[in-house]
């Protein structure tokens, strides 16, 4: 640690020259930053843990693909038989667990969290359990990380020991410089770079002043040549060890299929809801009243016909009630205005909207009914929370094709702040919209820093 | 009848608490509480007791079977006191448990009902003073839902209407008059019924009521 604040002000000072005449204070912090960053790496736990790693997983995937691939020739050439096809599966399963241990061993020495790849599921039986092993793909990407991994592990290796040796024989020079052979160097540096390898042969004081520095310059490089090579063996594992990118796609779907059914569900139960409190209570009590009238006109003599006349007036008028709440029900079910058209039924939203609201709308194609419906709900709820929440006093709406994609984006000038969720188990509407969107795989963007404005973009597929 | 009957309501469609209210009162009777919710009804009825309580089911908060409940925690607190359930829809499992340990001043009948007033007053009044009253659909429903028609095949046609309309809590001379036979006709169906299902006789309406649906539910 002491080394690394003795040298900082001489890096610093360099760099900064490079720079250019005015140098900010905040340029020369970022320098300051960095320097100290790189001269503190070979003095903390992290380049030493990724060195360990690499060893270790590299020895594991070593030994694990001989394994693999002895099995798989056995089974291969056996293959015959049955038993050659069991042992072809019990190489394929044990591939599976070779690439658990690779990835708790990344969890553990660097604290790298890579998600479960989907379990493996077996079919009864002999032959359905062989059907499932040689289709696991799991198994069959973690052959192919082991297949990868330990060419890159054996040159990592060789990189990683050429650095860290150089760097220690360059750095002790200085105290054995009387032996006139040099540092005694390895691999990359003498055998690659440095064909004639000027770095042996008789040294002077100077030249081993000058290999001080040229070890130190090893010493603290190595630990990012390191990084570089952990890094890309982290995104093998990432890629190949990790869930199957179309299991993915194939959980995200489900995803989406679960919240249609569940937002459908929800649908009819609020139609339920909306007809039984609304309109079968209004025609329960038209229909109360009319009864009414009617054991009154049977009454026979003494007919109170004043008492009949305010019976059937409030009937009357509570079926033009019941007939306009079901106009309403039904258009919540389907909006009539659709039926013109995307471009007329987002004019009328615009148009009935609270907030002063102006419409741009370009698109030539027709989208689908679907997305055509799914982009007038959210626009309906946008402008109903422009509305509510908002505070704002003019909103505009712009409704364009990109190619095979509809953008639909609302702006609003109030105070923003809006969220995506709110805390807990309740979800604003604009969750209940993100979900509807991700349904046919859109996706809704949400800006809006307090003070506003709030910008929410919407983004369809033209078809589904 | 002696004196006006009592009545609580608890329904929270005011169109429809209103409209109950108006035909009620059009029709002699007096509103001790008119109500939108569970709770209130509770409170209604402790202060001024009624001899009768309309109750909507689906109440908040809910709205799902708040009102079968709060039913059943009223028929144990208030002996005596008669309820009518009622509600959009009919389902059978409601009308099993209220009628699981007594039939005696229970009604429970579709909302449409109150359109033909005068047979729904006399199904308040009987449930008030002690009787029963069932929607028609819950009879059939429960006569559908019971696994034992085997047994029922036994009835005849005639025997089967007389049963149903038993069931809704009608008297003998109520079943004469919808049949339109004599009402010692309806006597003998009712005896023959008794024994083909093996039922004691009992002097009481509601008796046989429950003594039938006890049997359909078993």
């Known amino acids: 640690m002491t080394l690394a604040t003795e ?26 930053t960095l320097a100290q960053r790189i001269l503190r790496e070979p003095f903390t736990r992290r380049p030493w843990m990724e060195l360990a790693f690499f060893l270790v997983s590299g020895g594991l995937a070593g030994i694990g693909l001989a394994f693999i691939g002895a099995t798989m020739l056995t089974g291969v050439v056996l293959a015959i038989t049955f038993f050659g096809l069991a042992v072809l599966g019990l190489s394929l399963r044990s591939a599976r667990g070779l690439g658990r241990w690779q990835r708790d061993l990344a969890h553990n020495m660097l604290g790298e969290t890579i998600e ?16 499932s092993v040689l289709r696991d793909r799991v198994a069959w990407r973690a052959v192919g990380y082991h297949a990868i991994k330990v060419p890159w592990t054996i040159l990592g290796v060789y990189v990683a020991f050429s650095l860290w040796w150089d760097a220690f024989s360059c750095l002790l020079e200085p105290i054995f410089w009387r032996n006139n052979n040099g540092p005694g160097t390895f691999g990359l540096i003498s055998n690659i770079f440095l064909p004639n390898n000027p770095l042996q042969g008789p040294t002077g004081f100077d030249r081993s002043v000058a290999l001080f520095f040229l070890g130190l310059i090893f010493f603290f490089a190595a630990p990012w040549v390191m ?110 205005a659709l039926d013109i058209g995307l471009e007329g039924a987002l004019a009328t939203l615009a148009s009935r909207s609270a907030v002063p609201t102006e419409l741009h709308y370009d698109v030539h194609a027709r989208p689908t009914p679907a997305i055509e419906a799914i982009a007038y709900y959210c626009l309906a709820e946008l402008l109903a929370n422009v509305a509510q929440h908002a505070h704002a006093s003019r909103a505009s709406v712009s409704c364009a094709q990109t190619g095979s ?60 | 009848m002696v004196g006006a009957l009592r009545v609580a309501i608890a329904e929270d469609a005011a169109i429809l608490r209103d409209g109950l209210v108006q035909l009620l009162v059009d029709r002699g009777f007096v509103i001790t509480g ?26 908040p908060p809910t709205f799902t079977d708040e009102g079968l409940r709060l039913a059943l925690e009223l028929r144990a607190r208030h002996e005596g006191l008669g309820i009518l359930l009622f509600s959009q829809y009919i389902e ?5 448990d209220l009628l699981a340990d007594d ?9 449409d009902r ?81 024994a083909k299902l093996d039922l004691p006789v009992s002097e009481y309406d509601h008796r046989r009521v429950l003594a039938v649906l006890r049997f359909l539910e078993s």
Not at chain 1, 236 to 256: F, M, N, S
Not at chain 1, 440 to 464: A, E, H, K
Not at chain 2, 103 to 109: F, H
């Open chain 1, 7 to 32: 040298d900082a002000p001489p890096e610093e000072r360099k760099e900064s020259k490079g720079v250019s005449f005015a140098i900010t204070e905040e340029q020369v912090y970022r320098v300051k």
């Open chain 1, 116 to 131: 479960e790849p989907g379990a493996f599921i077996r079919r009864p039986g002999f032959f359905g359990w062989l059907q």
């Open chain 1, 227 to 336: 990084r570089g090579f952990v890094t890309v063996d982290k995104l093998l594992i990432r890629a190949l060890l990790g869930p199957d990118p179309i299991a993915a796609r194939v959980r995200t779907l489900e995803q989406a299929r679960s919240h249609t059914v569940d937002a459908s569900a929800a649908t009819l139960r609020r139609i339920e809801r909306d007809l039984h409190d609304g309109t079968q209570a209004q025609l329960v009590a038209l229909a109360m009243r009319l009864g009414m009238a009617k054991e009154k006109l049977d009454d026979g003599e003494t007919v109170d016909l004043d008492r009949v006349r305010q019976l059937i007036d409030e009937a009357h008028r509570g079926a033009k009630e019941a007939i306009t709440e079901l106009r309403d029900i039904a258009r919540g079910i389907h909006p009539p």
């Open chain 1, 405 to 464: 994609w509809l953008r639909l984006v609302v702006r609003d000038d109030g105070r923003g702040g809006a969220r995506l969720s709110t805390v807990g188990s309740s979800s604003s509407g604009l969750a209940g919209l993100t979900d509807r969107v991700r349904t046919v795989d859109g996706r809704l963007d949400l800006v809006s820093p307090d003070g506003g404005p709030t910008v929410v973009t919407i983004d369809l597929p033209l078809s589904v």
């Open chain 2, 34 to 59: 008119a109500v939108a919710e569970p709770g209130a009804l509770r409170s209604s009825i402790a202060q001024n007791p009624p001899d009768v309580a309309v109750i909507d089911i689906r109440m």
């Open chain 2, 92 to 96: 059978t499992r409601y009308a099993a």
């Open chain 2, 103 to 111: 039939a005696a001043g229970i009604g429970y009948l579709l909302k």
């Open chain 2, 114 to 194: 109150v359109a033909d007033v005068s047979d729904f007053v006399e199904a308040l009044e009987r449930v008030a003073i002690g009787g029963t009253a069932l929607d028609p659909e819950v009879v059939t429903q429960l006569i559908g839902a019971t696994r034992r028609t085997d047994t029922l095949s036994g009835l005849t046609m005639r025997e089967r209407e007389v049963l149903a309309l038993m069931a809704e809590g009608r008297s003998n001379g109520a079943i004469a008059t919808a049949l339109v036979i004599s009402e010692g006709a309806v006597e003998k169906h009712v005896a023959n019924i008794f």
